[in-house]
T-cell receptor, first 112, second 113 residues
């Protein structure tokens, strides 16, 4: 199982771009990188998933270097409502989520 | 869109009591999961069902049993609740053979006294 390491917490002011980096040195060839967001008292919610290079959707971008040993979730112009815990997951392949572990995530606090 | 529905949302049990947490999904997903989340921690997998008719242990299965009643429903049973099982429980579902997202329920907050 690929182990991930991400910062425990981050603070950012409203309107700034936030980059959260996740390290996953032993990522396997078939592993995808997936990020989830969790608000207090709610279940996690999918943000973005990628395999290599760059993926962008309406809420975030995911940057993955060629060696795939790390990835960076980029949230443009954060607002107070982006205050949440962000989880980096590695290992989702055709087998489903049973081989994936949620770490403690990165607690992002957006400051007015 | 209901997605993943869990019942109940809150429950208080006395030590030794039993209960079943219910989960249903309406997305026709093959795989379903039960997680627990303790304060300040990430989610830990209790049991999962890769497809209808199969169930397997996850990281922390002790003290729990599961039933995949049909493709839609996956229940989690505590036979004899213990204070250490005080936690928030999340059910999730996903497609089995796709690199895709998992959908989570809103959680069941369980307190065992």
């Amino acid at each position: 199982l690929a182990k991930t390491t991400q910062p425990i917490s981050m603070d950012s002011y409203e309107g700034q771009e936030v980059n959260i980096t996740c390290s996953h040195n032993n990522i396997a060839t078939n592993d995808y990188i997936t990020w989830y967001q969790q608000f207090p008292s709610q279940g996690p919610r999918f943000i973005i998933q990628g395999y290599k290079t760059k993926v962008t959707n309406e809420v975030a971008s995911l940057f993955i270097p060629a060696d795939r040993k790390s990835s960076t979730l980029s949230l443009p112009r954060v607002s107070l409502s982006d205050t949440a815990v962000y989880y980096c997951l590695v290992g989702i392949s055709s087998g489903g989520y049973q081989k994936v572990t949620f770490g403690t995530g990165t607690k992002l606090q957006v400051i007015p | 869109n209901a997605g993943v529905t869990q019942t109940p949302k809150f429950q208080v049990l006395k030590t030794g009591q039993s209960m079943t947490l219910q989960c249903a999904q309406d997305m026709n997903h093959n795989s379903m999961y039960w997680y627990r989340q303790d304060p300040g921690m990430g989610l830990r997998l209790i049991y999962y069902s890769a497809s209808e008719g199969t169930t397997d242990k996850g990281e922390v299965p002790n003290g729990y049993n599961v039933s995949r009643l049909n493709k839609r429903e996956f229940s989690l049973r505590l036979e004899s609740a213990a204070p250490s099982q005080t936690s928030v429980y999340f059910c999730a579902s996903s497609e089995r053979y796709k690199n895709t997202e998992a959908f989570f329920g809103q959680g069941t907050r369980l307190t065992v006294v």
